[in-house]
């Protein structure tokens, strides 16, 4: 058994883990992402503390399925590519997506968490982790910027003070000659009402970053482009529970609600 020992933005990996673990038990699975069903089976820890609701499975599986296909389409366009995928937590998200040797796939957190990953999942040609704060300017110079890049966050960006987060996306927007973004990202609002977030609760981590629009995304660089953004309330398949469906009823109606949680694709 792994034992786990984390705190803060850190732990916040083990309710999307776990989440995505039950999706993949469920007969009516999203993902199918057994390797996390697996990992939880090997991880020492009482998951029921991790603060999930009905129907959270099913939203962080939507969540990661929504980002795996716009991961999968960008691939598609490139003959040669790096992926970064930046706070990757225990996400599976390389051997979901299992991309051919055209791409050099980095999954970037911090060193507790990689040491964790290496104990539970297996290597894979193509494959690098790099353990480090994604905000410390030093990680970069470790991936060569020689071809386009996608990079994938996903529950990433509102942990990052918001001027630590820019200069991230600057950095990547310096080092490599075109590519992708893709995300999901909190409101202000939506930051502000993590305090009622029950998995960031149980946590006890703290959200910094929010922001509203495209527009404030691509003020960040005029290099920035948005090509698309989703609310997460779009996200339903009609697998959520009634209850969920009902707050993405109301949030419909009130333009504040509706851009809580959203998923965005930004090309550079
Ligand atoms: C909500 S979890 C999401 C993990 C994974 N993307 C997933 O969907 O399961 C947030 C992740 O971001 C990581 N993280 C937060 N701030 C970070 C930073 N400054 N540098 C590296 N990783 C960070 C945490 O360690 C954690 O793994």
């Not at 296909?69 to 960008?74: E, L, T, V």
């Not at 999954?107 to 539970?120: G, H, S, T």
């Amino acid at each position: 058994m792994t034992k786990v020992n984390l705190a803060g933005e850190k732990a916040t990996l083990l309710p999307t883990l776990y989440g995505r673990a039950l999706d993949a038990q469920s007969p009516d699975s999203i993902l199918h992402d057994t390797m996390a069903y697996e990992a939880v089976q090997q991880i020492e820890f009482d998951f029921s503390t991790v603060g999930l609701r009905r129907g959270d499975d099913t939203a962080i599986a939507l969540r990661a399925h929504c980002l795996d296909d716009w991961a999968r389409q960008y691939l598609a366009t490139q003959s040669e590519c790096v992926v970064l995928h930046l706070g990757c937590g225990l996400d599976t998200r390389a051997y979901r997506i299992d991309p051919g040797p055209q791409v050099r796939w980095y999954d970037v957190d911090y060193p507790e968490v990689i040491e964790l990953r290496q104990q539970l999942f297996p290597d894979r040609p193509g494959y690098q982790c790099i353990g480090s704060s994604v905000t410390d300017p030093m990680w970069l110079a470790e991936v060569k910027g020689d071809v386009p890049v996608l990079v994938v966050a996903e529950g990433l960006f509102m942990y990052l003070k918001e001027e630590e987060g820019k200069a991230l996306v600057r950095r990547i927007l310096d080092h490599f000659p075109s590519g992708q973004f893709v995300f999901d990202g909190l409101s202000r609002r939506g930051a502000q009402l993590q305090k009622l977030n029950k998995a960031v609760q149980a946590a006890k981590a703290k959200v910094y970053w929010g922001f509203d629009s495209c527009a404030e995304w691509e003020a960040i660089d005029a290099r920035l482009h948005c090509v698309s953004s989703m609310s997460a309330f779009d996200l339903d398949d009609g697998r959520l529970p009634a209850s969920f469906r009902m707050t993405a009823k109301v949030s419909k109606v009130f333009t504040g609600m509706k851009n809580l949680a959203v998923f965005y694709r930004v090309d550079f």
